[in-house]
C-alpha cells in the first residue's frame, strides 16, 4: 500500500553490459526459448517493473539501459538521443562505403524499403578494446576485417547490421558502446551498475 507520506517509492536505473547469445528481455512464452534462451534476469536481480530501453539482438552485445521509468523509456528511444555503435565487418571498408552509410542507405524493412537517416560514420583506425566474444567471429584465414564506429539517433530492426550489409560489408560483431552520454567504459562483458540516473542524454 503507498504511503502517502512518503510519496511512491523512487524509479532505478541501470547500466548493463549484454554479453553475446542474451535475449534483452526478462522470459518468454514460447517454450523452445525457455529451455534454450539466456535472459537478462540470470545476470542481475532487478526489482519488478524493470524494462529494457529499446533491444539489442541475441547475437549483438553492449550498453543496455534498464529502468522502472516508463517516460524516461520514451525518451532514450526517441530521435534526440544517439546511439553508437562499434561494428566488425567482413572485408577492410572503403572510404566509399562510409560515405554511403554516412548520407544514408536503403535497407530492407518489414517487406518495405527504407532509407537510413544520416549519421555519423567513421572508420576505427585498430580493434577497440572489448572483452573476448564467448563465441569466436572466425578464424582470420577467411580474409581480414576492419572496424567502424556508426552513430545513429534512429533504432529500426537489425538496422546496423542492414546498412552495412547494404555497402557490401555484412557485420560479423555488433558493440552498442554510448547511448547519449553514457558508454560503456568500465563495465565488464554481463556486468550490472545500479545508477541515480543515466545524466544527459541528447
Known amino acids: ?37 539466456h535472459f537478462l534476469g540470470e545476470l542481475y536481480d532487478f526489482p519488478e517493473g524493470t524494462m529494457a530501453i529499446g533491444r539489442l539482438d541475441e547475437a549483438s552485445e553492449g550498453l543496455l539501459l534498464l529502468t522502472t521509468d516508463g517516460k524516461l523509456s520514451e525518451l532514450v ?12 565487418v567482413d572485408g577492410l571498408i572503403t572510404d566509399g562505403a562510409v560515405a554511403q552509410l554516412r548520407e544514408g542507405v536503403e535497407i530492407g524493412l518489414h517487406g518495405d524499403k527504407y532509407c537510413t537517416l544520416p549519421c555519423l560514420v ?10 573476448a566474444r564467448a563465441r569466436r567471429i572466425r578464424d582470420e584465414r577467411h580474409g581480414p576485417t576492419s572496424w567502424v564506429s556508426i552513430t ?9 547490421r542492414k546498412m552495412t550489409a547494404a555497402v557490401g560489408f555484412p557485420t560479423l560483431r555488433l558493440v552498442r558502446v554510448r547511448i547519449g552520454e553514457v558508454t560503456l567504459a568500465g563495465l565488464a562483458g554481463g556486468a550490472v551498475r545500479e545508477v541515480s540516473d543515466f545524466g544527459p542524454l541528447s
Do not use: C, I, N
Not at 500500500?1 to 549484454?18: E, I, V
Not at 528511444?77 to 566488425?88: G, L, P, T
Open 77 to 88: 528511444r526517441s530521435r534526440h538521443v544517439e546511439k553508437e555503435y562499434y561494428a566488425q
Open 152 to 160: 545513429v539517433t534512429e533504432g529500426k530492426y537489425r538496422q546496423v
Open 1 to 37: 500500500m503507498l504511503d502517502p507520506a512518503t510519496g511512491p517509492p523512487a524509479h532505478r536505473h541501470f547500466l548493463l553490459h549484454k554479453p553475446y547469445g542474451y535475449l534483452s528481455q526478462f522470459r518468454s512464452e514460447a517454450p523452445r526459448e525457455v529451455r534454450k534462451k
Open 122 to 131: 567513421h572508420r576505427l583506425p585498430s580493434a577497440p578494446d572489448l572483452p
